[in-house]
């Protein structure tokens, strides 16, 4: 059964960047299967997606962040990882790793990151 | 990229019928069957309850069940509990600006 558990700081200083990992397990990153997503709900909000990368490496973002937002996969750990560069406190947001297929499903629990000085 | 439009509420009473309507263009909703539906309590993740439209996920409840009509999809959900009062959220591939939009969500309270 798939998992995906996410980490990261859930501290970061405005104007600096976000860095969150999401570990895959019960499967692996390289099946093709999926594609790998990050998606954010700032708090009392709804859902935004940030992006995803597909198993080859190949990436689509939102327009609304793509200047400022990395994705990449790290096949050896089973893992795929977001950078959000220039943050400020309207990234402040529970963000969450989620398999892709037309769907997400299934999601990590989620990881509170505040941007704050 | 506009999100796709959910209504803020909908209630309804233990054992009635409710169903959320999620309405987008022919660029997202009515021009892909990818159309997904979540559901999330508070504090939790959201979780699939509805995929391509009408498919139900193994270990979702046969209560939940999905449609779509043009540019309109819908989320009934037949015979309410108290367990279903939730958020829920629909998406869709879109092949406009962005590639995934997600509605802003919908508060299902149980009377």
């Known amino acids: 059964q798939l998992q995906l558990q996410e980490s990261g700081s859930g501290l970061v200083k405005p104007s600096q960047t976000l860095s969150l990992t999401c570990v895959v397990s019960?499967?692996?990153?390289?099946?093709?299967?999926?594609?790998w997503s990050w998606i954010r709900q700032p708090p009392g909000k709804g859902l935004e997606w940030i992006g995803y990368?597909?198993?080859?490496?190949?990436?689509y973002y939102n327009p609304s962040l793509q200047s400022r937002v990395t994705m990449s996969v790290d096949r050896s750990k089973n893992q795929f990882s977001l950078n959000l560069n220039s943050v400020t406190a309207a990234d402040t947001a529970v963000y969450y790793c989620?398999?892709?297929?037309?769907?997400?499903?299934?999601w990590g629990q989620g990881i509170l990151v505040t941007v704050s000085s | 990229q506009s999100a796709l439009t959910q209504p803020a509420s909908v209630s309804g009473s233990p054992g009635q019928s409710i169903t959320i309507s999620c309405t987008g263009t022919?660029?997202?909703?009515?021009?892909?069957?990818?159309v997904s539906w979540y559901q999330q309590h508070p504090g939790k993740a959201p979780r699939l309850m509805i995929s391509?439209?009408?498919r139900r996920p193994s270990g979702v409840s046969n209560r939940f069940s999905g449609s779509k009509s043009g540019n309109t999809a819908s989320l009934t959900i037949s015979g309410l509990q108290a367990e279903d009062e939730a958020d829920y959220y629909c998406?869709?591939?879109?092949?406009?600006?962005?590639?995934?939009?997600f509605g802003g969500g919908t508060k299902v309270t149980v009377l």
């Open positions: 989620a398999a892709w297929g037309n769907w997400f499903d299934p």
């Open positions: 019960g499967g692996s990153i390289s099946s093709g299967v999926y594609s």
């Open positions: 990368i597909l198993h080859g490496g190949s990436t």
């Open positions: 022919s660029s997202d909703v009515g021009g892909y069957n990818y």
């Open positions: 391509d439209v009408t």
């Open positions: 998406s869709s591939y879109t092949n406009s600006g962005a590639f995934v939009l």
